[in-house]
């Protein structure tokens, strides 16, 4: 567990300990029962952190369905330490869906309103991108890795929600 974070015993004695069922939203899960418990969460700005990067798409991609799938599961366990936040990418995969069954049936406007609004988002990140990073030949990628970033996160929260019943563990903490 990469928590980046330090508590004194003393707000686990009041908090409650870590839910070690949850493998990857446990600092959610514990951050809400501490703010519910009345104590506050401080950052440090001065202090310097590292994220670990995956060395491959393929792995970037199985890190953020897995990160969606403890979503979907963590919602069963404790919604409130989510916010909307959480759950745009799984939105954003009921809208693919709802707007190509709409699309197959005849109604072409929501789908263009939907998709054309997502194409100006991605295209306004990617020019944000470039204007504050600077541009490189993968740069026109960048769109493509938005799309795949939230259909695997939101596709991951979507089996979380369907999983959710089988993992009886989770209920337990």
């Known amino acids: 567990m990469l928590n980046h974070t330090a508590y004194r015993r003393e707000v686990f004695e009041n908090a409650g300990y870590f839910n070690e069922n949850l493998l990857r939203t446990e600092d959610n899960e514990i951050h809400y029962r501490?703010?519910?418990a009345g104590y506050k969460l401080f950052c440090d700005p001065n202090i310097v952190s590292y994220q670990y990067a995956r060395p491959s798409l393929r792995k970037m991609i199985k890190q953020k369905y897995e990160?969606?799938?403890w979503v979907g599961l963590t919602f069963g366990v404790c919604p409130g330490c989510l916010s909307l936040f959480h759950f745009v990418p799984f939105l954003f995969v009921v809208?693919?869906?709802v707007t190509t069954i709409l699309l197959l049936i005849g109604c072409w406007y929501f789908s263009a309103v939907i998709w054309g609004t997502y194409l100006l988002f991605t295209l306004a990140g990617t020019?944000?991108?470039v204007i504050n990073k600077g541009a490189n030949k993968w740069t026109f990628l960048i769109p493509i890795l938005f799309l795949l970033l939230h259909l695997s996160y939101g596709i991951g929260t979507m089996m979380g929600?369907?999983?959710?019943p089988v993992h009886k563990e989770l209920k337990k903490n």
């Open 127 to 129: 020019v944000s991108i």
């Open 34 to 36: 501490i703010r519910k």
């Open 95 to 97: 809208g693919i869906i």
């Open 161 to 164: 929600f369907v999983m959710f």
């Open 67 to 69: 990160n969606g799938y």
